[in-house]
């Protein structure tokens, strides 16, 4: 069962979520909720706490990603920054980590083939019947 959060905590997670936290500091923050700061400083720590407190940025930035996108290939370019580069190409799909193999040949392979030649490379004579 997941973990439910509080009133309290949901009152701070609006408050983290806002950009330079609405203007607050972490003990104003504290107060309005009614906890002390050290309570709060628990909460980030919390798994749930913070996934929620994710998913909150998010929903209230979400609206500015487009141009936070187009900057990071105006970044790129402007300072010849290649990690930025690769980040804008990733976002865009351009750029992945995974690496694609294609086969050139349509026919497949064949495995009687390939396993007589491990058996032979195995066996130390490195020869194939045939």
């Not at 500015?64 to 799909?93: T, W």
Request: charged share 30%; aromatic share 4%; glycine share 8%.
């Amino acid at each position: 069962m997941a973990k439910t959060l509080s009133a309290s905590q949901m009152i701070a997670i609006e408050w983290l979520s806002i950009p330079n936290k609405g203007g607050k500091t972490y003990e104003e923050i504290a107060g309005i909720c009614g906890v002390h700061l050290n309570t709060l400083k628990l909460w980030r720590k919390d798994k749930t706490f913070d996934a929620e407190l994710k998913r909150a940025i998010i929903r209230n930035n979400s609206d500015k990603l487009p141009e936070l996108v187009e900057s990071l290939a105006e970044i790129a370019m402007r300072d010849a920054n290649a990690a930025m580069a690769k980040l804008a190409l990733q976002i865009n799909g351009m750029l992945t980590e995974k690496v694609e193999v294609e086969t050139k040949d349509g026919n497949g392979t064949d495995l009687a083939a390939l396993k007589e030649r491990l058996e032979a490379l195995k066996n130390g004579d490195g020869q194939t019947k045939g």
